[in-house]
């Protein structure tokens, strides 16, 4: 992804270089969009994407009013998992089935496995 100089510190640069490449091999439709997670220090994101229209199909977040009461007091990795389960639940609702996983340039251990863990249990298949 060219414009990743524009980043601070190196691992910033290292992370975006690693997400062009990821996003150059895959790409969301509305039967299999796209699950694009983001972590940041202290919250976690995960939204279903339709590459083809450039639209949101379901997002979920800590940050959310209902998942905040869910998750208040629990350690990172079980927000995640729990934000996991919550993206799957409203992407069964839209009757969605199949995505494909984007890490996002962020290696996969820890909240994004946690997520992506959370979503399989929610009945999502990637």
């Known amino acids: 992804m060219?414009?990743?100089?524009?980043?601070g510190s190196e691992k910033a640069r290292k992370r975006?270089?690693?997400?062009?490449?990821?996003?150059?091999?895959?790409t969301g439709t509305?039967?299999?969009?796209?699950?694009s997670v983001f972590r940041s220090a202290k919250h976690v994101y995960a939204?279903?994407?339709?590459?083809?229209?450039?639209?949101?199909?379901?997002?979920?977040?800590?940050?959310?009013?209902?998942l905040g009461q869910v998750v208040a007091g629990k350690k990172k990795?079980?927000?995640a998992r729990e934000i996991g389960k919550a993206i799957g639940e409203k992407l069964k609702a839209l009757q969605i089935t199949?995505?494909?996983f984007?890490?996002?340039?962020?290696i996969y251990h820890g909240r994004v496995k946690e997520i992506?863990?959370?979503?399989?249990?929610?009945?999502?298949?990637f």
């Open 98 to 100: 199949t995505v494909v």
């Open 2 to 7: 060219a414009g990743h100089e524009k980043f």
């Open 16 to 26: 975006s270089k690693r997400k062009g490449a990821i996003r150059k091999r895959i």
């Open 77 to 79: 990795k079980e927000r």
């Open 102 to 106: 984007d890490r996002n340039g962020f």
């Open 47 to 66: 939204q279903a994407i339709d590459d083809t229209t450039g639209r949101v199909l379901a997002a979920s977040s800590d940050t959310e009013e209902k």
């Open 116 to 125: 992506a863990d959370g979503a399989r249990e929610a009945g999502l298949e």
């Open 30 to 35: 509305p039967e299999r969009p796209r699950l």
